[in-house]
């Protein structure tokens, strides 16, 4: 027990640990004395000497555990320390008092302000964005096209109704310039 108590645990759990430093370490000990028993028999010998090397691997762990967590509570335990808190400024540091907390607006009849206006595009931004939107996306462009709108079945984010104009704004061009090429072919 006074290995135990040389180990100086703080909790329960520090306790159980240096318990089972000690007796790993007496099996460690009882498997050196019964190698040193078995010299008639060398399998026996080595068995014993492999546990005890074993035991011997498993205290020495348990043992490292414990010296951390205690270098980690005494560094905790430091921070704490009337002087260790002076320098770190706490002594004669005021607690600051948190402000009431703030009082309800009061009821008036205004109505609350509206929402700032989103700001008007030209028609070189608005068309910048149905050609990003036709990049990005060309399967649903087709579809919305083919659809002459959104499609009923729509299974994507609905784009931005200017965006939807644009495309079908762009078929409807694309359809005169066919004509209008077709047009002039016939009549050359």
Same mark, same amino acid.
């Given at each position: 027990?006074? /290995?135990?108590? *040389?180990?100086?645990? #703080?909790? !329960?759990?520090?306790?159980? &640990?240096a318990?089972?430093?000690v007796?790993m370490?007496a099996?460690?000990?009882?498997?050196l004395?019964?190698?040193?028993l078995?010299?008639?028999d060398?399998?026996?010998?080595?068995?014993?000497?492999?546990?005890? /090397?074993?035991? *011997?691997?498993?205290? #020495?762990? !348990?043992l490292?555990?414990? &010296?951390?967590?205690?270098?980690?509570?005494e560094?905790?335990?430091?921070?704490l320390?009337?002087a260790?808190?002076e320098?770190a400024?706490?002594?004669?540091?005021?607690?600051?008092v948190p402000?009431?907390?703030?009082a309800?607006p009061?009821?008036?009849?205004?109505?609350?302000e509206?929402?700032?206006?989103?700001?008007?595009?030209?028609?070189?931004?608005?068309?910048?964005?149905?050609?990003?939107y036709?990049?990005?996306?060309?399967?649903r462009?087709?579809?919305?096209?083919?659809?002459?709108?959104?499609?009923p079945d729509?299974?994507?984010?609905?784009?931005?109704?200017?965006?939807?104009?644009?495309?079908?704004?762009?078929?409807?061009?694309q359809h005169?310039?066919r004509?209008?090429?077709c047009?002039?072919?016939t009549?050359?």
């Amino acid at each position: 027990m006074d /290995a135990v108590v *040389a180990l100086h645990p #703080d909790d !329960a759990f520090e306790a159980r &640990l240096a318990v089972r430093i000690v007796a790993m370490d007496a099996q460690c000990a009882a498997s050196l004395h019964a190698a040193g028993l078995a010299v008639d028999d060398p399998m026996e010998m080595r068995r014993c000497q492999a546990w005890a /090397a074993s035991t *011997a691997r498993q205290s #020495d762990a !348990a043992l490292r555990s414990l &010296l951390r967590i205690q270098a980690t509570r005494e560094k905790q335990l430091e921070k704490l320390h009337p002087a260790a808190m002076e320098r770190a400024g706490w002594w004669f540091r005021e607690a600051p008092v948190p402000d009431p907390a703030p009082a309800a607006p009061p009821e008036s009849a205004e109505a609350p302000e509206p929402w700032p206006e989103e700001p008007v595009l030209t028609q070189a931004q608005l068309d910048a964005e149905v050609e990003l939107y036709a990049a990005m996306y060309p399967d649903r462009v087709a579809r919305i096209r083919a659809a002459g709108g959104l499609p009923p079945d729509l299974d994507f984010g609905p784009p931005e109704p200017h965006i939807v104009a644009g495309l079908l704004r762009r078929v409807a061009s694309q359809h005169e310039t066919r004509l209008m090429e077709c047009n002039n072919e016939t009549s050359a």
